[in-house]
């Protein structure tokens, strides 16, 4: 993704990038097709039934049974369940609030306002997000309905209808996707994207090992994924149900692996001509690679077949070097990481993920900020379309739920393509169709065919990295609220002009709000977030401060979730750099890719520290003596003045402070003495304990002189 991003323009004057982004944008990758055609089959039975049938809201069925999340054939089952929970308890939320707060227009704006803070806080603090997703979106769709001046019978009924449709939607696309499961085999939905991309990597070294030039297909998989990036694989892992012991390791894993992928994007800067023992620690690396990917496909722990060789072996490719590098960490986040609910009972069950909302919601201040950001803007759509009885741009609402779904993590530039998205679908297709194709259509096989190839298209674009993905769910978002929100030819242009009003005012809105209000360069996002993560550490290495187990356990879990959740935001903000310009770009991208190479390194340390908590909480199996645990006690507050130091200079303020530098040296020598004790006298805990000492030492030592 270097690469990527130091191709990218400097000047607006030439359209070749442009036709080279498009390019590597819309190029098929394994998997590309069968996802659009499962996507296309989904959305295009809906559409047949919504016809057939006269289905009210069946454009929002349709848009649903598109975009829903496809994460894995196992998470697609369990949805089945959440669909009918999530939209119950939509419906009810709707007609309690009908009973009680819409009949006084005053009562009836707070409860509207309330309900956007809801719908988006949801999205962002709760543990399912698809819950929380069908739930919002099903408010989103019916709160315009209860404003109009209809029956309250007539309201009701379209609320049920909207239940029933996206109901369906959801439905069908469980149904199409365990039929697809069934007729594929094939690895979990995080561990094969892993494995092709250690494959593909493997394949690149095997072949600068051998002498022979990299065949296209090897290089355009690695354009590939260096391009897409790891955000489909970070997003099914926060929305998984996996213990967070596992969430912590695998979320290393990926960013090592996505590194990995980053540094390999690169290698084709390598001479042809490499000596002997150059070609033999590739090979070596190669054979490490090889041994992981296995490693991970069966199940297990990854191992190092062959230890890294020393740095000076690879003096003259530094490439090589920060390669090696990232390869044998990889192993290491599995070390010594056990799930801390194997030793102390956790706040509410045994299983985390079974909570209705995450440990850092009432902690973590982006997810209030979230909410109240989205309120904001869905509320500035309701009170416009209201004051002037324009009940037509109603769709401003849900277009703001249905861009939040999109905007956690996504920076300002992406909202160009959400607004020319909603331009090319809803204006051009949308407007376009209803003016010189539809009319000539006198079946449903003819509109089938007109739907098919918009979708296609679309679908194509949606499965594209998150540079182009947005364009694609705008353009059929505009195009599926004019086109299937009746069920015959309309001769009338006016709901399809009101519907793209709609729809571009809640992107205005969306804009407005996100990306204005309360809203800084992703450049400047990206190094306070880091900052902070580190700070974040930094007390984490105090934890815990209780001498309650259960009290000391649940703020654990809270600031873990919460320096996971940075790890996922500062990787987000990354990709949003490389859609910034303006005279400090170089200065950015420089910064960028050197966060990325730290954020390996402070994971490890987080790992790391998550055994450590075992030892300072004196969790069963992780007992010490007295003097040794008020040893570490100093050592990790050395670490923690250590980390707050790195953070305070990247933040702007002076080097370390002496106090710091005299702790940490401090500590690395009592460690280093405790470490020249004879060995007869350390028992295995101790030398596990010593063991974690050093790598954090390593680490550390490295981070700080880089930093």
């Not at 050592?635 to 710091?660: C, I, V």
Request: charged share 15%; with cysteine.
């Amino acid at each position: 993704m270097a690469t990527l991003a130091q191709n990218l323009p400097k000047s607006s004057s030439s359209f070749v990038w442009l036709k080279e982004f498009f390019k590597e944008e819309l190029a098929p990758y394994p998997g590309r097709a069968a996802l659009v055609a499962r996507m296309t089959v989904a959305a295009t039975i809906v559409m047949l039934l919504t016809m057939t049938f006269r289905i009210p809201y069946g454009a929002y069925g349709a848009i649903y049974a598109l975009t829903i999340s496809r994460e894995s054939p196992q998470a697609t089952t369990k949805a089945a369940t959440t669909i009918i929970i999530a939209f119950l308890l939509s419906v009810l939320y709707v007609l309690i609030g009908a009973r009680f707060f819409l009949q006084d227009p005053s009562l009836r704006l707070i409860w509207v306002v309330v309900t956007f803070f809801v719908m988006f806080y949801a999205l962002s603090a709760t543990t399912n997000y698809s819950a929380a997703a069908r739930f919002g979106y099903l408010l989103s769709i019916t709160i315009p309905l209860w404003d109009r001046q209809i029956p309250a019978e007539s309201k009701l009924e379209g609320t049920l209808w909207a239940f029933a449709a996206i109901s369906l939607g959801s439905l069908i696309t469980v149904a199409v996707e365990l039929i697809y499961a069934e007729l594929t085999a094939g690895h979990g939905i995080l561990l094969q994207p892993l494995a092709d991309r250690l494959a593909a990597t493997e394949e690149l070294l095997n072949c600068y090992a051998s002498g022979l030039p990299v065949d296209e297909k090897t290089k355009d998989q690695i354009t590939h994924f260096a391009m897409v990036g790891n955000s489909a694989m970070r997003r099914t892992l926060q929305r998984s149900a996996y213990p967070p012991a596992y969430r912590e390791q695998m979320g290393a894993v990926i960013a090592l692996v996505g590194r990995l992928v980053d540094i390999a994007a690169n290698v084709d800067y390598l001479s042809s001509d490499l000596p002997n023992n150059t070609r033999d620690q590739i090979r070596s690396l190669a054979a490490n690679i090889r041994t992981i990917r296995s490693d991970l496909l069966n199940g297990k722990a990854p191992i190092l077949i062959e230890p890294p060789a020393e740095a000076q072996h690879l003096a003259g490719t530094p490439v090589l070097v920060e390669m090696e590098k990232t390869i044998s960490l990889i192993p290491e986040a599995f070390v010594g990481a056990l799930s801390l609910g194997e030793y102390a009972p956790l706040p509410s069950s045994d299983e985390p993920s079974l909570g209705l909302f995450r440990s850092d919601a009432l902690s973590n201040s982006e997810h209030l900020k979230f909410g109240l950001r989205g309120c904001f803007a869905a509320s500035l759509c309701y009170l416009i379309y209201s004051a002037k009885a324009w009940p037509g741009i109603s769709t401003a609402i849900t277009t703001c739920f249905l861009t939040a779904l999109s905007t956690i993590g996504s920076s300002r530039q992406k909202q160009l393509l959400r607004i020319s998205g909603a331009i090319v679908g809803g204006v051009f297709l949308g407007i376009g169709a209803e003016m010189f194709i539809l009319p000539t259509l006198d079946s449903i096989a003819g509109f089938t065919l007109v739907f098919l190839a918009v979708t296609v298209g679309s679908a194509w674009i949606m499965t594209s990295s998150p540079r182009l993905s947005y364009f694609g769910v705008q353009i059929i978002v505009a195009f599926y609220l004019i086109n299937l929100s009746e069920f015959a030819v309309q001769t009338s242009l006016v709901p399809a002009r009101d519907r793209v009003i709609g729809i571009l005012l809640g992107l205005l809105m969306m804009w407005l709000v996100f990306d204005q209000l309360w809203s800084v360069s992703a450049a400047v996002q990206m190094k306070r977030t880091f900052a902070s993560n580190l700070r974040l550490l930094a007390q984490f290495a105090r934890e815990p401060i209780s001498g309650d187990l259960r009290t000391a356990s649940e703020r654990s879990y809270a600031l873990r979730e919460t320096i996971n959740s940075n790890f996922d935001r500062v990787r987000d903000l990354t990709g949003g750099v490389l859609l910034e310009f303006g005279p400090s770009r170089e200065r950015d991208l420089a910064l960028r890719e050197r966060i990325i190479r730290w954020q390996a390194q402070v994971r490890m340390l987080f790992l790391t520290e998550i055994t450590l908590w075992n030892y300072r909480a004196q969790l069963p199996g992780f007992e010490l003596p007295t003097a040794l645990l008020t040893q570490q006690r100093q050592f990790d507050e050395g670490f923690a003045l250590t980390l707050e130091g790195m953070a305070g200079r990247l933040e702007g303020g002076p080097p370390q402070s002496p106090s710091s530098e005299d702790s940490a040296a401090h500590h690395e020598a009592n460690a280093e003495a405790y470490a020249k004790a004879p060995e007869p006298t350390l028992s295995d805990r101790e030398s596990a304990l010593l063991s974690l000492r050093r790598r954090i030492q390593n680490l550390t030592t490295s981070l700080t002189q880089e930093i």
